[in-house]
């Protein structure tokens, strides 16, 4: 489903800039030039280390340990060779709750119950915190994962065209 950008609340009352006035793609290209001059200046030093470390026929960096990954504009994750990557909770999972696990609808049909157990979305930051003492601290943790905003554009049906007490709970629950 795709998100209807022209149906989005503006919160932004204040006299700044709008984040769609900041994002937009002419000043992004603007700013990627001036900082890639910056960041070409701090790091050049760096350069003739990958230049020293990579083979011509290999793309493997002996300073990194891994190969480089080739530029893609494929809507997906991508990691070096050798290495994985793995989903450890998506949006909309069931989390545990006995007798109670709604499948996923990707239509976002789903209603603000079944949403209170399954996972939430957006989460984009994960940090485990050791527990116990000595040899206890490492096998014994806990792992916090945030959830740091919600999608009303994906998470309902009608995007935001209208709102109701349903709707608000639903919100709500994501960033719970």
Same mark, same amino acid.
């Not at 014994?140 to 209208?162: A, I, P």
């Given at each position: 489903?795709? #998100?209807? /950008?022209?149906?989005?609340?503006?919160?932004?009352?204040?006299?700044?800039?709008? +984040?769609?006035?900041?994002?937009?793609?002419?000043?992004?290209?603007?700013? %990627?030039?001036?900082?890639?001059?910056?960041?070409?200046?701090?790091?050049?030093?760096?350069?003739?280390?990958?230049?020293?470390?990579?083979?011509?026929?290999?793309?493997?960096?002996?300073?990194?340990?891994?190969?480089?990954?080739?530029?893609?504009? #494929?809507?997906? +994750?991508?990691?070096?060779?050798? /290495?994985?990557?793995?989903?450890?909770?998506?949006?909309?999972?069931?989390?545990?709750?006995?007798?109670?696990?709604?499948?996923? #609808?990707?239509?976002?049909?789903?209603?603000?119950?079944?949403?209170?157990?399954?996972?939430?979305?957006?989460?984009?930051?994960?940090? /485990?915190?050791?527990?116990?003492?000595?040899?206890? %601290?490492? #096998?014994?943790?806990?792992?916090?994962?945030?959830?740091? /905003?919600?999608?009303?554009?994906?998470?309902?049906?009608?995007?935001?065209?209208?709102?109701?007490?349903?709707?608000?709970?639903?919100?709500?629950?994501?960033?719970?």
């Amino acid at each position: 489903m795709a #998100k209807d /950008y022209s149906q989005m609340e503006d919160s932004n009352t204040s006299t700044n800039p709008s +984040i769609h006035d900041v994002s937009d793609p002419a000043r992004r290209m603007i700013l %990627r030039g001036g900082l890639g001059l910056a960041a070409g200046g701090i790091f050049s030093g760096l350069a003739g280390c990958a230049a020293g470390g990579t083979s011509s026929n290999s793309g493997s960096n002996a300073l990194i340990g891994f190969k480089s990954i080739p530029v893609t504009t #494929k809507d997906g +994750i991508t990691v070096p060779e050798g /290495y994985s990557s793995q989903v450890m909770a998506a949006w909309g999972e069931p989390i545990g709750v006995a007798g109670n696990m709604p499948a996923f #609808k990707a239509d976002a049909s789903n209603t603000a119950a079944e949403q209170e157990v399954q996972m939430g979305m957006h989460h984009d930051g994960i940090h /485990y915190f050791p527990m116990g003492q000595g040899e206890a %601290r490492n #096998k014994n943790g806990l792992l916090v994962m945030n959830h740091e /905003y919600t999608d009303d554009g994906l998470l309902h049906t009608d995007g935001m065209k209208t709102w109701s007490a349903e709707k608000v709970k639903k919100r709500k629950l994501r960033m719970a």
